[in-house]
């Protein structure tokens, strides 16, 4: 894989950007944050904001997408950038901005800047369809290929992207790789849709009690570290070397009780309590496998890790001691 190369990190002020900032510089790379936010508090929590450019700027301006790629001469992007669901359900017409004519300036870009070798962006699993659709009572998993029937408005902006970027492949030759992730944990996480999945770890871990519903339903844990590592994969891994043009990616499978299982045994005296009612709209039982054979990809953070990780940060960001 490439080494010292530039790379332009769209959202990478944000949650899962800086993460994968810290991957890349970590492997060499020179990073450029490219973010409507210039705030640095999560690089610098992540210890990397002094080996991170970061440079204002917003996707869905064309101008200033090719500008800031041609100005910095980046040779990968990782396109990030984009509303999520609750903030595209409440704002189309900005969803339509950011992550339709956001992705497209950003395709544009690297096929107008020759010095674009590879566009690494974040697709979602919400492009598939709810559970039911899958669950034919027997041992379920999706595949890349199975029905795309997002039931979100989130989902579907995120399955024209998919579109696009194929138009961008196949006649104009713009190399892309996206990545289907579900859900991200881990410290420094933003407030989303899923906050009370992150809840089950960030509220015993401070001392706080808590209840959760759907306790028999699986969620894929995925910590972000492991999705970052996925999108450094998906940025540098050789174009022979892919199968396919778009993977799904997961972490830990495992139900909502599990996961509160997990917690207890980190903190005995955990006030959690946990019922089996309400029903998931997620599909989250993703095959990865072509991923991990093309790429090499391991998942690093089973339940335990990640969620003890994630537990001492917090304790520690509240004057607490690591358990």
């Known amino acids: 894989m490439g080494a010292n190369e530039t790379v332009l990190v769209t959202g990478g002020t944000g949650f899962i950007g800086a993460y994968v900032a810290r991957t890349l510089v970590e492997h060499g790379h020179e990073v450029i944050a490219y973010d409507r936010s210039t705030d640095p508090r999560i690089l610098e929590k992540l210890d990397v904001a002094d080996r991170v450019t970061i440079r204002r700027g917003d996707v869905s301006d064309p101008t200033d997408v090719v500008n800031a790629v041609a100005e910095t001469g980046a040779t990968r992007i990782v396109h990030l950038a984009a ?45 598939y369809a709810p559970p039911a659709n899958y669950d034919d009572g027997g041992d379920w998993w ?16 995120k399955e024209y992207n998919e579109h696009q970027a194929r138009v961008y492949h196949e006649e104009h030759g713009v190399d892309h ?6 859900i991200a944990y881990g410290p420094y996480r933003e407030t989303g849709g899923s906050a009370f999945l992150a809840n089950i770890i960030e509220k ?26 996925a999108f450094r994969l998906a940025t540098f891994t050789p174009e022979d070397d892919l199968s396919r043009r778009v993977y799904n990616v997961r972490g830990e499978l495992a139900s909502v009780r599990e996961a509160v299982d997990t917690v207890r045994e980190i903190i005995p005296d ?3 309590e946990v019922s089996d009612e309400g029903e998931l709209p997620w599909t989250q039982r993703l095959d990865m496998s072509a991923f991990q054979e093309d790429t090499g ?4 953070h089973d339940l335990e890790t990640g969620f003890r990780k994630y537990i001492d940060v917090l304790r520690e960001e509240h004057g607490l001691d690591p358990l």
Do not use: C, K, M
């Open 83 to 127: 509303l999520l669901t609750n903030a595209v359900e409440s704002n189309p017409r900005a969803a339509l901005d950011v992550n339709v004519q956001g992705t497209s300036n950003v395709f544009e870009a690297a096929r107008a800047l020759d010095h674009v070798e590879r566009v690494a962006w974040a697709s979602s699993a919400a492009i």
């Open 270 to 272: 955990a006030d959690i």
């Open 204 to 229: 015993p871990a401070l001392g706080e009690s808590f209840a959760v519903d759907y306790g028999d339903q699986e969620v894929d844990w995925q910590h972000v570290e492991d999705i970052a590592q």
């Open 177 to 182: 790789v996206a990545i289907r992730p579900t």
């Open 142 to 157: 999706v595949t890349e290929d199975d029905l795309v029937a997002p039931d979100t408005l989130y989902g579907a902006t």
């Open 297 to 300: 990809y391991e998942v690093e």
